[in-house]
């Protein structure tokens, strides 16, 4: 039993392009839940994105991102927090 635990994830884009992206990521979410999971979240941002709404925010208003239990907008984040988001691990499949 795992206890309610959550798997935060963050993928660049490109990890969902077309057919084959989808598809891996299909088989990632299934594949944690069989192994009992409770609770999955994704950001699918890159960090070059994060980094230009830091610097032009006007032009990224829309932009939300997972924080860790809930979602919010990029820009309504602390530049701490919005670091954080930048600097975690992007992971891709192949």
């Keep these: 039993m795992t206890g309610g635990t959550l798997l935060n994830l963050k993928f660049s884009p490109k990890v969902l392009a077309g057919d084959k992206g989808l598809n891996n990521l299909v088989h990632l979410v299934r594949s944690y839940f069989r192994m009992e999971g409770h609770h999955i979240q994704f950001n699918v941002v890159d960090a070059n994105t994060l980094k230009l709404a830091q610097a032009k925010t006007e032009d990224y ?20 927090l919005q670091n954080e988001i930048i600097t975690r691990t992007a992971h891709e499949m192949f």
């Design 61 to 80: 208003r829309g932009l939300i991102v997972r924080v860790a239990g809930y979602s919010d907008y990029f820009n309504n984040l602390s530049e701490q």
